[in-house]
């Protein structure tokens, strides 16, 4: 049985490709080096990782802190205000006015 004609071009276009792409990867296989600068970009990248990692962790820290600031506070404030109950009371109270009567004279 003879193969018809379009998978006969099918595999001479498959065989061409497979070619290209062996000729393609053995060229690239060589002994390139890097190109110039190209490690003081690497490190310069890994530097710039390694600060922007430290300033989150910093910044994560910094807000740490100041909720655990705003929060002693505000327990401090609680504490002191339970101590003045007496002193609400006179805070709070309404101002009475003693309004003299004047005396019948009958």
Known sequence: ???NAESENE????DS???AAKFVMERDAGDEEAPFGFSTRVVSQWLAAR?????????RWS???AVC??????VVVFASRRDSVADDALLFSVPTF???VP????
């Open 69 to 74: 600031s705003v929060v002693l506070a505000a």
């Open 103 to 106: 005396a019948d004279k009958n």
């Open 17 to 19: 490709v497979s070619a």
């Open 51 to 59: 600060r922007e990692q430290a300033m989150i962790l910093w910044q």
């Open 63 to 65: 807000v740490r802190a």
């Open 98 to 100: 003693d309004v003299p």
């Open 1 to 3: 049985m003879k193969p």
């Open 11 to 14: 595999t001479k276009d498959w």
